[in-house]
């Protein structure tokens, strides 16, 4: 298995603009994760599905940010407008059904917003 | 709501020697998971160890290994006989062991190994 994979790898955008990171997660995984990493606040979890559903945006900064899972094997992460605060590594996860705790993490986004 | 806290921003020691880092918790939770994940300049996050709360026994993989003290909350890694692969930033994590699977993690502690 390719392992969980995101795109892009360095995304540069300029404040005001929409920006979208997608995710592709292991084939049969149940869960689908996003966090977000920062120096100032660390690994945040921003929002998960289950089965496609999302389960608890509650991690999700404001309304400026969206998350889509229209399938088993694809998510998007969307901000609209961007702020240079939204600057980050944004990481897509993936598991099992509960009962298998291990996350497999994508090699995440650098988003840098001018 | 749990808390993942290390306690050591940076640590550096020699190529060969060991070295233990520091990780506590806060939860009222009887049973879940801790973890040690090492993030290398690569970015990539790694799985290094895992330790399952109602197994007293300290979990270990080949240079890695844990100890768990359940009461004092306290998950400590030890990296022995460290090469220059382990330079990296090391996270403790935390979750539940029923229900949501997610992770809660520490703010991470920035491992130079020198030659």
């Known amino acids: 298995d390719a392992g969980v994979i995101q795109s892009p790898r360095h995304e540069v955008t300029e404040m005001g603009q929409e920006v979208t990171l997608r995710c592709k997660p292991i084939?049969?995984?149940?869960?689908l994760f996003w966090y977000r990493q920062t120096m100032m606040r660390g690994l945040e979890l921003l929002i998960y599905f289950n089965n496609n559903v999302p389960i608890d945006d509650s991690g999700m900064p404001e309304d400026r940010f969206s998350a889509k899972m229209p399938n088993a094997s694809f998510s998007t992460l969307k901000i609209q407008p961007s702020e240079p605060r939204d600057s980050a590594v944004y990481f897509c996860?993936?598991?099992?059904?509960?009962?298998?705790?291990?996350?497999?993490f994508g090699s995440g986004t650098q988003l840098s917003v001018l | 709501a749990q808390t993942v806290t290390q306690s050591q921003p940076e640590m550096s020691v020699q190529e060969a020697e060991t070295v233990t880092l520091s990780c506590t918790y806060d939860t009222s939770e009887n049973n879940y998971y801790l973890f040690w994940y090492k993030q290398p300049p690569s970015r990539q996050m790694i799985l290094v160890i895992r330790?399952?709360?109602?197994?007293?026994q300290n979990a270990t993989e080949n240079r890695f290994s844990v100890n768990f003290q359940k009461a004092a909350k306290s998950f400590s890694l030890k990296i022995s006989d460290s090469q220059l692969g382990d330079t990296a930033m090391y996270f403790c994590a935390f979750m539940k062991h029923w229900g949501a699977q997610k992770l809660v993690f520490g703010q991470g502690t920035r491992l130079t190994i020198n030659p």
């Open positions: 996860a993936s598991s099992l059904a509960s009962g298998n705790e291990k996350l497999f």
């Open positions: 330790q399952e709360a109602y197994k007293q």
């Open positions: 084939s049969g995984h149940d869960y």
